[in-house]
């Protein structure tokens, strides 16, 4: 289950911190691992001996010497197992292997919708991962995590969907069950843009604490991380932008939005709501990414809604940046991908807006993960579980003497 990994104690400087200390680095010796945490050398040695021997460490060289026999070097082992990561989407889904470094080994993206409910989606997503790890030459046995990204709000300590909107039969089923017959491994559950928001922070912004990802496609979401680490609120309802009112200051009629509010910032801005704009305008445009193509070939009434769209998001975005100040917020999401006149009109507002102390140091940037976001996302998240110190001691203790918990790779 989600958190079984989590419990048990932690030994100070046992194998799973000394892991954690060496994969923070490109690499480590003995002198360096003892320079770090002060234990004795045929401690550490212990410890490297027992990570070498569950096949969580590789040498990776030599150091340079600094006379006499040059130092060895131990690095992470990232081949030393998988896991399956899911972003299932409204109707569009990707699904991807990756090693235990988060490196996507094996994809594939399909059309499914997800109001077909939990059972026809994850029986889908399961066949597919199947393929995958054949596809990637590895078996259920290497599979040591299973991360799943979802369009809707999720209780995450249990990965049940709650309330979700666009998810009809999802709401509280269980979706680490699901998986717990064939994979004996944790199973995390998270909402699509919570996923995305870590992916990108861990690949492209690992030294950033402070970060907003902003998804902008057929709805509109934002990921919030503060002091590194996702930001839920006291019912995971945090960073539900889309349902911020937003005052566009002319009189254009009120927009009811599927919430039931009017003139939410999803039912203005987001991909969809230009969609009907345009419609309405007697442009064909059934979905988000119509959108985006109409922009891309230069529509001129499709380009001028993505940059309003942008300002109105850089409305909510500017009185987040008071609240938050966070150094970086990336857009992502289709409509992000769509046109440069989106983070313009984005950065426009927020600029002009949010209080100079809090933009001085503030990137605005587009996505550079793009649709491979939210796996990469998925996957990190079951890797920082399975990684942690707790999880690797517990690992390390419960295998029986002459058998490995991790694949040689
Ligand atoms: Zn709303």
């Given at each position: 289950m989600a958190s079984e990994a989590d419990s048990g104690g932690v030994q100070p400087f046992g194998p799973g911190a000394m892991l954690q200390l060496i994969r923070e680095g490109d690499g480590a010796t003995r002198a360096d691992l003892a320079a770090l945490t002060g234990l004795a050398r045929s401690t550490i040695a212990q410890r490297i001996e027992q990570l070498v021997a569950q096949n969580l460490l590789r040498p990776a060289g030599e150091s340079e010497s600094t006379g006499g026999r040059p130092p060895m070097l131990f690095a992470f082992n990232e081949d030393a197992g998988v896991v399956l990561a899911a972003d299932l989407g409204a109707t569009h889904s990707r699904l991807a292997v990756t090693n235990l470094g988060g490196r996507v080994l094996a994809e594939a993206a399909g059309e499914i919708a997800?109001?077909?409910?939990p059972e026809e989606v994850l029986d889908w997503a399961d066949e597919r991962f199947h393929a995958l790890l054949r596809e990637s030459g590895r078996d259920d046995a290497d599979v040591h995590g299973i991360g799943i990204g979802v369009p809707g709000p999720v209780e995450h300590a249990t990965g049940r969907p709650r309330n979700p909107p666009i998810m009809p039969g999802w709401d509280g089923y269980s979706i680490p069950e699901r998986f717990a017959d064939r994979y004996r491994v944790p199973v995390l559950v998270d909402n699509d843009v919570n996923i995305m928001a870590r992916g990108e922070q861990w690949t492209n912004w690992r030294q950033v604490s402070h970060l907003l990802f902003v998804k902008v496609a057929t709805g509109i979401g934002c990921g919030v991380i503060v002091d590194g680490r996702i930001h839920r609120g006291a019912d995971g309802a945090a960073g539900d932008i889309g349902h911020i009112r937003v005052v566009t200051g002319d009189d254009t009629e009120e927009v009811t939005c599927s919430c039931g509010n009017v003139d939410c910032l999803e039912a203005l801005a987001s991909g969809g709501a230009m969609a009907r704009r345009l419609t309405v305008e007697g442009?064909?445009?059934?979905?988000s990414r119509a959108v985006v193509e109409l922009a891309r070939a230069g529509e001129a009434e499709a380009v001028r809604l993505v940059r309003d769209s942008g300002r109105l998001i850089g409305e909510v975005l500017a009185a987040s940046v008071n609240l938050y100040n966070p150094s970086v917020i990336v857009i992502g999401g289709d409509v992000a991908q769509a046109h440069e006149q989106l983070l313009a009109g984005i950065r426009e507002v927020v600029y002009q807006r949010s209080l100079p102390l809090a933009t001085r140091h503030l990137r605005i940037v587009r996505s550079q993960l793009e649709d491979r976001a939210g796996v990469i996302g998925a996957a990190v998240m079951v890797i920082e579980q399975v990684l942690s110190p707790a999880a690797i001691d517990a690992a390390i203790a419960a295998v029986p003497p002459g058998e490995q918990a991790f694949a040689a790779g």
């Amino acid at each position: 289950m989600a958190s079984e990994a989590d419990s048990g104690g932690v030994q100070p400087f046992g194998p799973g911190a000394m892991l954690q200390l060496i994969r923070e680095g490109d690499g480590a010796t003995r002198a360096d691992l003892a320079a770090l945490t002060g234990l004795a050398r045929s401690t550490i040695a212990q410890r490297i001996e027992q990570l070498v021997a569950q096949n969580l460490l590789r040498p990776a060289g030599e150091s340079e010497s600094t006379g006499g026999r040059p130092p060895m070097l131990f690095a992470f082992n990232e081949d030393a197992g998988v896991v399956l990561a899911a972003d299932l989407g409204a109707t569009h889904s990707r699904l991807a292997v990756t090693n235990l470094g988060g490196r996507v080994l094996a994809e594939a993206a399909g059309e499914i919708a997800i109001a077909a409910g939990p059972e026809e989606v994850l029986d889908w997503a399961d066949e597919r991962f199947h393929a995958l790890l054949r596809e990637s030459g590895r078996d259920d046995a290497d599979v040591h995590g299973i991360g799943i990204g979802v369009p809707g709000p999720v209780e995450h300590a249990t990965g049940r969907p709650r309330n979700p909107p666009i998810m009809p039969g999802w709401d509280g089923y269980s979706i680490p069950e699901r998986f717990a017959d064939r994979y004996r491994v944790p199973v995390l559950v998270d909402n699509d843009v919570n996923i995305m928001a870590r992916g990108e922070q861990w690949t492209n912004w690992r030294q950033v604490s402070h970060l907003l990802f902003v998804k902008v496609a057929t709805g509109i979401g934002c990921g919030v991380i503060v002091d590194g680490r996702i930001h839920r609120g006291a019912d995971g309802a945090a960073g539900d932008i889309g349902h911020i009112r937003v005052v566009t200051g002319d009189d254009t009629e009120e927009v009811t939005c599927s919430c039931g509010n009017v003139d939410c910032l999803e039912a203005l801005a987001s991909g969809g709501a230009m969609a009907r704009r345009l419609t309405v305008e007697g442009l064909e445009a059934a979905d988000s990414r119509a959108v985006v193509e109409l922009a891309r070939a230069g529509e001129a009434e499709a380009v001028r809604l993505v940059r309003d769209s942008g300002r109105l998001i850089g409305e909510v975005l500017a009185a987040s940046v008071n609240l938050y100040n966070p150094s970086v917020i990336v857009i992502g999401g289709d409509v992000a991908q769509a046109h440069e006149q989106l983070l313009a009109g984005i950065r426009e507002v927020v600029y002009q807006r949010s209080l100079p102390l809090a933009t001085r140091h503030l990137r605005i940037v587009r996505s550079q993960l793009e649709d491979r976001a939210g796996v990469i996302g998925a996957a990190v998240m079951v890797i920082e579980q399975v990684l942690s110190p707790a999880a690797i001691d517990a690992a390390i203790a419960a295998v029986p003497p002459g058998e490995q918990a991790f694949a040689a790779g």
